[in-house]
């Protein structure tokens, strides 16, 4: 269950990667298992992961002269793969290393977002989320405004936007200090657009849990997990006045210390 809606049925996916390899993605799917409960053995011929960091030319839409741009070999690689495995969720991380036009030229970039929908085979059944980096100002502040970078075409040819930011911390709650996120601050997932939906507030929050070096949203968090993020905060407190006991260093016992 996510934002008020109830668990749906199992969809096959495929998460196809140019930016990180084999060992990492497959290390984070067993973190995310571990974490959330998931046997890894139930995830076969429902998850595919395509280390597309391999290949020499991963991009999946190619600039032409003449032309708003053209699909790759690649591209048609992967879309006879998601045909054959009757694939229904699209996974592309990201955008800068299968987009390989100018990213302002309001044509391709249509063009592009086009070809991904054509990934699958019925196109009302499924999705393709595509991944995307947010601009430098948006990457070094928490201010509002445009989070994506290039034409506005990234925002009006896709149905649904969403935008991943850092929100405050406890100990910024009241501070207007806009530069990085505080150490504990939440992620935040919020809806920028939605054509059949209307934007989302709220959002979810995700937090780092220390136990599987991954975030989790807080739905999923459960009491469980939530009692061992505080245990292990506990612990490295601990650990921490241990060390300077041992340095021989002196600390206040002011709470503001």
Request: proline residues 7%; negative net charge; hydrophobic residues 40%.
């Amino acid at each position: 269950p996510v934002l008020g809606h109830p668990p749906r049925p199992p969809r096959p996916v495929v998460l196809y990667s140019c930016e990180d390899r084999k060992p990492v993605l497959g290390w984070r799917v067993q973190q995310y298992c571990a974490a959330l409960g998931v046997s890894p053995e139930s995830l076969d011929g429902w998850l595919f992961v395509v280390d597309a960091g391999e290949l020499e030319s991963p991009e999946l839409f190619v600039e032409q002269r003449g032309s708003p741009g053209a699909v790759t070999s690649a591209y048609e690689a992967l879309r006879q793969f998601i045909a054959h495995e009757r694939i229904e969720i699209v996974v592309v991380d990201n955008a800068s290393d299968t987009y390989a036009a100018n990213e302002i030229t309001r044509p391709s970039v249509r063009a592009f977002i086009r070809a991904l929908q054509r990934l699958l085979p019925t196109r009302d059944a499924g999705a393709v989320l595509l991944l995307a980096h947010v601009n430098r100002n948006a990457s070094t502040s928490k201010t509002g405004g445009q989070q994506y970078s290039g034409s506005t075409a990234w925002h009006n040819s896709v149905r649904s936007r969403w935008e991943l930011t850092r929100g405050k911390g406890q100990d910024d709650a009241d501070s207007d200090e806009q530069d990085a996120a505080a150490p504990g601050a939440p992620y935040v997932l919020k809806r920028a657009k939605g054509n059949y939906a209307a934007p989302d507030s709220a959002g979810l929050q995700f937090h780092w849990n220390s136990l599987f070096g991954v975030i989790l949203p807080d739905e999923a968090g459960g009491p469980l997990l939530q009692a061992i993020d505080r245990r292990n905060d506990e612990r490295d407190v601990l650990a921490l006045f241990a060390e300077a006991h041992a340095l021989g260093q002196r600390i206040s016992a002011s709470p503001r210390a």
